[in-house]
């Protein structure tokens, strides 16, 4: 992997950017080409890449045009932002915080302490975030240090990721590729109230000539039209059929795409119910997380007593572990008889949360931008207030960008290309730069990219944040041209079809790999 050069000044005057929209070069026909192919009309598409910096190094009117951007298409437009709003986040929290702030992990007690031994429960809130045996460990020892000997109750495990000794992210085998469905049933997103009563369509290889398909729950009469072959670039798309298609009286979905046996089991959208037809419900999604975990949910618990035991510890009753609790305040020192916390510096926490787009972890970074103290809703209108403000300190207008979980999974969450690549422009210049780079998933090689353009010319060229939803594809970070220029990028399509239109979002990088 290569290191990006630090910028030395400014991207473009915010207020001289929008007018580089409408002067920009037709887009390239081969990119055109392929936004025809996938039946998605033009203006559901929005690009927009220019060069981080100027060749002389300035960037403001005085030393001649500000930056023209290399390619544009409905750059002034909103759109739904996906998981590239993480950019976004993480851009703030690297900026607002520092990428050497650390990103607590804490503990509690629920009964007293005393001499050393806990009467109750120790509950270990993870925050979401991936920490491995090795941290678990050592943060086991602190504790040790810190006078905890032995719990009479539960361990318990609160949103723990646990993985295998050495650090999270660097084995290929924690990279996660599959798209980022938003959850179903959660109270609190735009998103879910969306997709929900809709069914869940998963694609992983076959055994035959057609990869499996699997759509839960299915309702009666629907008949699934199975033309997705094996061999190709792990992409597919579903819709209905249409009346005039000759598939018969019943229902069809049809699914078409191209798998391969190296393509890992993907949820590829949600299928909203025709009118009339008996809706779905109480649909769970495996957490994202789950399919990259090298350690299966019903052995993290004996890792972790083993781990308790190894540091010294007794444990009289047993590990047991529940998702994480936003919707409560974190314990108060008040209420707590003995609390530990282990940092893990926020570089490292933004590369995890980019490289597999983790959810919730970015909700907590989000909300790690509010005051201390905050119950849940207030937190979080105060984290936006500080992210909003924070944008518009970037040059940005109300309305450019809005952030609402952090993570992408609201419909609240949107922006226009133009201003995801000057915010992209702006983040290149600073102290996070290189921590925000290295949390990219880099094309064809690692994260969530790691089965996208392996065969192209952007293979190890473009770093990039991915975003998908049922109606959205997105892709939003950095491309190194093979004139050695550096591009900030956006590329987003909003449609019902949108997976089809996933190849003109790569066709769009290798272009500016090629051309740039």
Known sequence: MFVFPRAVLLCAIAALVGPLARAADPMPSEVMAAMRDSGVPLKSFGFYARPVERADGFDRAESGPVIKPLASLNAEQTFWLASTTKVVTSLAALDLLGPGYLWPLRAHATGPVVNGQLRGDLVIAGNRHPITADELRLWFKQMRAEG????????????????PDGRPGDDDELAVTAPEPTAIGSRSDAASAYNEGSMVLSIEPGKGDHAKLVLTPKPHDVVIVNDVLMGGPCDAWARWANPGENFGPKPHLWVRGRWDASCPKEYVAYIRPLPGMARASNVVLPALGEASAPLSVSSVGRAVAGLWAETGGVLRGRVIETGP???????????ASWRSEFSIPLSQVVREINKTSDNEAARSLLLSLSADGLPLGQARQDAKNRIHEWLRGQGLVDGDIRVDLGSGQSREERGRPRAMVQLLCNAWRTKGAQAFVDSLPIAGVDGTLVNRMRDGLAKGQAFLKTGTLSDTRALAGYVRGRSGTVYAVTAIVNHPDAARARPALDAFIGWVVKHG
């Open 148 to 163: 905890l000997k032995s719990v009479s109750g539960q361990l318990v495990l609160e949103g723990v990721l646990l993985l």
């Open 325 to 335: 609790r936003p919707d409560e305040a974190p314990v108060s020192k008040a209420k």
